[in-house]
């Protein structure tokens, strides 16, 4: 991969303001340092003049190649687990490749999709072989001849038509549900996650839509698009995480059927989703008050995050239009055997 060319024309990082007019001002030699005349942001020249020389050394969009993405996963992860931190070390000086970025996303989640699924299949593979070992104890206890009836208690683990159907509905799980009996955990969350995606959505609405907000920001709307694209991140994780944790909670189910895991499945369902609020809004307040450094009274940004609650309307659209598509997606599975 190489880094994004140096930008045609100097803009301050924060407003987008052209710097060329100050630039027009040096006579013999170029200051160090300068600050914007619009929105008063300090910065080094050499940063506005040549923003690919920015590099942040833990940021998957800065990596030059495959493998320092790779590398860089872990503490870009680690950072954005806890906003403020990762904002304060967010530069709007440096370099920018949503292209990067959205490949390192469909990497992270295709892994993340994969691990699961490997649970889920894990999970429901053990249900099938318990459920055969019930089936050849209950036959042991049965007269030698009235055995040949109850063959078909027992499940055949080894063709392409078990694994096939059993594959593609972990890989589909929960569009896909026909044999797993979950606590419905990865329904849940993903509905709640989708809420919050469009939490993030209500607050670069709330920057867009007021142009008393955008002028007394003074930043560019660029800066809160990526912020609504790097906060979709996490919630896709967690869904995740709640697939992992449905396909746990089936097979404990299996092993000990009389314990109250419907209960335990609720409370890490309820603060799995009290987490996902707080962090989506936490991303938001530390975006403004450390990343972009807005000048906003603490009582409007509080005003600003209840207005980004409202957001649960759009979340409430996207899971009706998702939902349109699962049923399709469920009846084409059908049709091929899944």
Not at 194 to 223: D, E, N, Y
Not at 263 to 272: C, E, H, N, P, V
Not at 291 to 303: D, F, H, N, S, T
């Amino acid at each position: 991969m190489t880094r994004d060319r140096p930008q045609s024309t100097p803009i301050c990082p924060k407003c987008g303001y052209d710097q060329s007019g100050e630039i027009a001002t040096w006579e013999s030699s170029c200051p160090v340092e300068g600050i914007c005349p619009e929105c008063g942001l300090g910065f080094a020249w050499a940063d506005v003049l040549d923003p690919s020389r920015v590099d942040l050394a833990w940021y998957v969009e800065h990596a030059m190649s495959k493998w320092e993405m790779v590398r860089r996963t872990i503490p870009t992860l680690w950072l954005l687990l806890i906003p403020n931190r990762y904002w304060s070390r967010m530069r709007m000086e440096s370099s920018r490749s949503l292209r990067r970025y959205a490949i390192w996303i469909f990497a992270v989640m295709a892994v993340a999709h994969l691990l699961s699924t490997i649970a889920l299949v894990v999970a429901s593979h053990s249900n099938m072989k318990q459920m055969n070992a019930s089936a050849l104890q209950f036959l042991a206890n049965q007269p030698p001849a009235s055995r040949g009836q109850y063959q078909q208690l027992l499940y055949d683990v080894d063709g392409v038509d078990y694994w096939w159907p059993l594959i593609g509905e972990s890989l589909l799980y929960p569009v896909v549900n026909r044999s797993m009996d979950t606590g419905g955990m990865t329904l849940d969350v993903g509905s709640f996650a989708i809420g919050c995606a469009g939490f993030s959505v209500m607050w670069f609405v709330l920057f867009c839509a007021f142009p008393t907000t955008r002028k007394r920001s003074q930043l560019r709307m660029v800066h809160v698009a990526r912020a609504m694209v790097v906060a979709g991140l996490f919630p896709l994780l967690v869904i995740e995480i709640a697939r992992v944790g449905d396909a746990l909670l089936f097979a404990a189910i299996i092993r000990n059927p009389m314990l109250a895991f419907d209960s335990m499945a609720m409370t890490i369902l309820f603060w799995m989703m009290i987490c996902l609020l707080v962090w989506i809004q936490w991303f938001w307040v530390s975006a403004v008050w450390i990343g972009w450094k807005v000048k906003i009274r603490w009582y409007e940004l509080i005003l600003v995050v209840f207005a980004s609650l409202f957001g649960i309307l759009i979340g409430s659209f996207l899971v009706f239009v998702l939902s349109f598509i699962g049923q399709g997606i469920e009846m084409v599975a059908s049709q091929i055997g899944i």
